[in-house]
């Protein structure tokens, strides 16, 4: 078709691409507490694995960053006014920090079908776990997660208060290591003082997330967009 177009006299025109195809990408709306960390996490993702897996993340975030409420919030008022396929997905992740709210948090995603990635003390225990193992609980201070970070020279300088964007050097130390840090984040579920948790099974559903510390759940957003298997 292209052949005789091109060796058609007429044919100056400039080619239309004709009416769009159905969208090929899954794509996943994230919103997050923090204003950097998190965005350039999510962007990673998107740049490392989005073309070859077919999904693309847009992370939902403020400049000031968001309650863990809020982070909820933000991704329902995404959804409200989303017009596109109904198999994208929403998901909201948030810290235990010092936050209260925690509980109003999980219960909202929950009634509403959104997915929670839930880190305690904090998300930046999900970036540890790919440069070490980690275990003991923190009371929802990230203190000693920072500390340990920073062993590692591409994180040397990160800071709570200061650079904690995921770029460069940063996203070279991360890259390859999803198994591991996701194979240690579920190692983690066997610590749970739940019973009735372990890494096979998950959290129980009555396990309080407020008592699972140290843990994250980063690990099943990446699970969902296919970078790791479950
Ligand atoms: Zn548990």
């Known amino acids: 078709m292209s052949k005789k177009r091109r060796t058609d006299p007429n044919a100056d025109r400039p080619l239309h691409p004709g009416p769009r195809p159905p969208r090929e990408e899954r794509v996943f709306y994230v919103a997050v507490e923090g204003a950097s960390t998190e965005p350039d996490y999510l962007s990673y993702l998107n740049d490392e694995f989005g073309r070859d897996l077919r999904f693309r993340i847009h992370p939902l975030w403020r400049s000031k960053g968001l309650k863990p409420r809020e982070v909820v919030e933000a991704v329902l008022a995404q959804r409200s006014q989303d017009e596109g396929d109904e198999k994208d997905e929403f998901w909201a992740l948030f810290d235990r920090d010092e936050h209260v709210g925690i509980p109003q948090a999980i219960a909202k995603a929950k009634k509403n079908d959104v997915r929670i990635g839930f880190s305690h003390p904090s998300f930046d225990l999900w970036l ?81 997330p407020l008592c699972r510390d140290p843990s994250t759940d980063m690990w099943e957003l990446l699970v969902a967009l296919k970078i790791i298997e479950r």
């Open 128 to 208: 540890l776990l790919h440069l070490a193992a980690f275990s003991g609980a923190q009371g929802g201070s990230s203190v000693i997660v920072h500390e340990k970070l920073r062993k590692h020279p591409a994180f040397e300088t990160f800071e709570p208060n200061g650079d904690k964007s995921i770029r460069n050097e940063r996203v070279e130390a991360l890259k390859g290591k999803e198994n591991v840090a996701a194979k240690r984040a579920r190692k983690l579920t066997n610590d749970c003082p739940n019973p009735a948790c372990n890494e096979n099974d998950g959290h129980a559903d009555h396990c309080d």
